[in-house]
């Protein structure tokens, strides 16, 4: 019941994971076998911000093309693979759990990319040779958006590019974002087709990062 399969993503045809059948089921065999707890398999299942951030970077090759890009929190890697296809010149899948790091390797290569893999807790880091940081619902926690929305603000304050792919689990402040696009995500279930979550791909707002940065300034004098 809880077998991997490798499957096209639904609104991301052009990319294949592998997903499991029933992602709980799937959990508490892995926590059988290692006969400890795990965190949730996160990585086996492609969730909705990611699919529309992975379709966003997709349509819009020219947000990635030629640049190093770092999609935290990666889960699956499918953010990932798609900034590869789109043309990013590097790509590093940044996931903290080991399982997550196994299902980006299977998948990169199962979809033909080269990805850097990294496991380290970026989250207190500034990414400073990154050019480009993807976030595909990685706020899906209210501890984990309070860890990761301060990384997002620093990095963007820097001048990086910031893309978050969020279907509004309420821990993202839209009063910093802006939307540039909002994607019909089908979602596994009976009927499956009639299923349907909204999901935004949204970034920094200009004005609030230059008032972030006037504050830096002010700091640092």
Known sequence: MDRLRLAPVSLVPEVRLVMAEDAILLWARLEAEAGRVLPPPFWASAW???????????????????CHVLDVASGSGLVAIAAAIAGAAKVTANDIDPYSIAAINANAHANGVELTLSSTDLLDTDADDVDVVLAGDALYHPSVAARMLPFLARVATKGTRVLVGDPDRGHLAHDWMERLATYEVPISGAPEDAQLQLTSVLKPRRDKMDDRRRRAKRLRA
Not at 48 to 66: E, K, M, N, S
């Open 48 to 66: 909705a911000g990611g699919q529309g951030l992975a379709r966003y970077v997709l349509d819009h090759p020219d947000t990635v093309a030629g």
